[in-house]
T-cell receptor, first 113, second 115 residues
C-alpha cells in the first residue's frame, strides 16, 4: 500500500513568489493535515481537512491556505513568500477524522531566497 | 491539550531496552498519550498511544502511571535504526463534536542508539 506522497520534494523560490504543494493521502484515507517544521519553531500545525472542508486551522497568516479535493488529495498554497517560510512542509493522512494516528509523508522542503 | 515534558536527549546501547520518559502532570481524564518519532529527514512516524492501560504493539510498549501524570515508552531491543527524535503528545478525545487530528508537538527527546 503506497504511503503519503508529497510533491515536489524540494523547491527553491524567491521572496514575493507563491508556491503550491501537493499531497496524495494513503488510499482510503479521507482526512489530511498539514504541518510546518522549522529549526526554530519545530513542528507546527497548519490546517486539516476532511470531506473537502477545512476543519481546523493553526495560527498562521492568511497567506497560508489549502484545499482538499473530492478524491481526498490536498494542496496547500503560500502566497507572497517570505524568508521565514523556508521550512519542511509535512502532510499527514488518517483513515478517520478525529483520530491521533496520522501517517506522514516525507515532506516538501521549501527554500525561500 | 496538556503540556508534556521530555528530556532533550538520551543514549542507549544497541540491543538494550530504551526507556523514554514523559511527564504530563496536567493531563485530564479524557486525554490520550501518543508517541511519535522522527528519523532524520523523514516525516514523523506514529508509534503507539494509550489512555490509562499499558499498551504494547510490534514497535514498542507504553507504560502509563496509575495517576496518569507520566508515561514511559519502551523500545525493548534498540537498534541503530531507532536513533530518532521521540515526541510524547497528549491529545484530547472527541469532545462536544470538537473532533480534530491536530497534534501539538513539543521538542521531543533525541535518542541516540550507540553501537
Amino acid at each position: 500500500k503506497a504511503g503519503v506522497t508529497q510533491t515536489p520534494r524540494y523547491l527553491i523560490k524567491t521572496r514575493g513568489q507563491q508556491v503550491t504543494l501537493s499531497c496524495s493521502p494513503i488510499s482510503g484515507h479521507r482526512s489530511v493535515s498539514w504541518y510546518q517544521q522549522t529549526p526554530g519553531q519545530g513542528l507546527q500545525f497548519l490546517f486539516e481537512y476532511f470531506s473537502e472542508t477545512q476543519r481546523n486551522k493553526g495560527n498562521f497568516p492568511g497567506r497560508f491556505s489549502g484545499r482538499q479535493f473530492s478524491n481526498s488529495r490536498s494542496e496547500m498554497n503560500v502566497s507572497t513568500l517570505e524568508l521565514g517560510d523556508s521550512a519542511l512542509y509535512l502532510c499527514a493522512s488518517s483513515l478517520h477524522w478525529g483520530t491521533g494516528e496520522l501517517f506522514f509523508g516525507e515532506g516538501s522542503r521549501l527554500t525561500v531566497l | 491539550d496538556a503540556k508534556t515534558t521530555q528530556p532533550p536527549s538520551m543514549d542507549c546501547a544497541e540491543g538494550r531496552a530504551a526507556n523514554l520518559p514523559c511527564n504530563h502532570s496536567t493531563i485530564s481524564g479524557n486525554e490520550y498519550v501518543y508517541w511519535y518519532r522522527q528519523i532524520h529527514s523523514q516525516g514523523p512516524q506514529y508509534i503507539i498511544h494509550g489512555l490509562k492501560n499499558n499498551e504494547t504493539n510490534e514497535m514498542a510498549s507504553l507504560i502509563i502511571t496509575e495517576d496518569r501524570k507520566s508515561s514511559t515508552l519502551i523500545l525493548p531491543h534498540a537498534t541503530l535504526r531507532d536513533t530518532a527524535v521521540y515526541y510524547c503528545i497528549v491529545r484530547g478525545g472527541n469532545l462536544y463534536g470538537g473532533a480534530t487530528n491536530k497534534l501539538i508537538f513539543g521538542t521531543g527527546t533525541l535518542l541516540a542508539v550507540q553501537p
